[in-house]
């Protein structure tokens, strides 16, 4: 892929990401379809726009740390994970072949989505996230905690201004872009996977 198509995929992700934020406010779902939709304005079509209607009930309830509970992983690093793990292709009849095919997706999420996430956020989780960007954690079971991340986020620019200021759903969206296309431009074969873990 040109570099210009590579741009205009990861500005897609920037712009889907902020604009689904505000349609969904789920970052799973919004992630995911926002990483779809980027790489299909370029051509790439990963999966139908049937099978992603299918998917999305799926994501809806990995958000806000897994059943929006704060605890789990952040649900963007999820949908982005998900996104990437479908362009790593391991199917079931690979995994009965040989089952160390999954480090081939272990890899493809850990080294991208995975390390981008441990650098900017020093976690996975849905707290790590929020307690790196505003120095504190919301219970977004409490009505007024809720309102109040809705007013941070709005006030530091994540949904009018995605390209500029980090907003989690638009950032991991483009960083997940970033990591299919280097994925299906060069993907890792199960014999380099097995020599890199030493699984022979």
């Given at each position: 892929?040109?570099?210009?198509?590579?741009?205009?995929?990861?500005?897609?992700?920037?712009?889907?990401?902020?604009?689904?934020?505000?349609?969904?406010?789920?970052?799973?779902?919004?992630?995911?379809?926002?990483?779809?939709?980027?790489?299909?304005?370029?051509?790439?079509?990963?999966?139908?726009?049937?099978?992603?209607?299918?998917?999305?009930?799926?994501?809806?309830?990995?958000?806000?740390?897994?059943?929006?509970?704060?605890?789990?992983?952040?649900?963007?690093?999820?949908?982005?994970?998900?996104?990437?793990?479908?362009?790593?292709g391991i199917?079931?009849?690979?995994?009965?072949?040989?089952?160390?095919?999954?480090?081939?997706?272990?890899?493809?999420?850990?080294?991208?989505?995975?390390?981008?996430?441990?650098?900017?956020?020093?976690?996975?989780?849905?707290?790590?996230?929020?307690?790196s960007r505003?120095?504190?954690?919301?219970?977004?079971?409490?009505?007024?905690?809720?309102?109040?991340?809705?007013?941070?986020?709005?006030?530091?620019?994540?949904?009018?201004?995605?390209?500029?200021?980090?907003?989690t759903i638009?950032?991991?969206?483009?960083?997940?872009?970033?990591?299919?296309?280097?994925?299906?431009?060069?993907?890792?074969?199960?014999?380099?996977?097995?020599?890199?873990?030493?699984?022979?």
């Amino acid at each position: 892929m040109d570099e210009g198509s590579r741009k205009r995929a990861v500005e897609k992700a920037y712009d889907l990401g902020a604009q689904y934020v505000t349609t969904w406010w789920g970052c799973a779902q919004s992630t995911f379809c926002a990483t779809i939709g980027a790489l299909r304005s370029v051509g790439i079509e990963l999966i139908t726009p049937e099978l992603e209607e299918e998917i999305f009930p799926g994501l809806v309830g990995l958000s806000g740390g897994c059943g929006n509970m704060n605890v789990g992983s952040c649900g963007a690093i999820t949908g982005a994970s998900f996104a990437v793990s479908l362009a790593a292709g391991i199917k079931r009849s690979d995994q009965l072949r040989d089952k160390d095919h999954r480090w081939i997706a272990f890899d493809a999420v850990a080294e991208t989505i995975g390390q981008r996430f441990l650098e900017a956020y020093g976690g996975l989780r849905c707290r790590d996230v929020t307690w790196s960007r505003f120095g504190k954690q919301y219970d977004s079971w409490d009505p007024a905690a809720k309102e109040e991340f809705g007013k941070d986020e709005l006030a530091r620019g994540c949904v009018t201004n995605a390209r500029d200021y980090p907003c989690t759903i638009p950032r991991t969206a483009a960083w997940a872009v970033e990591a299919i296309l280097h994925i299906l431009e060069r993907p890792k074969t199960l014999e380099q996977i097995k020599r890199d873990h030493q699984l022979e």
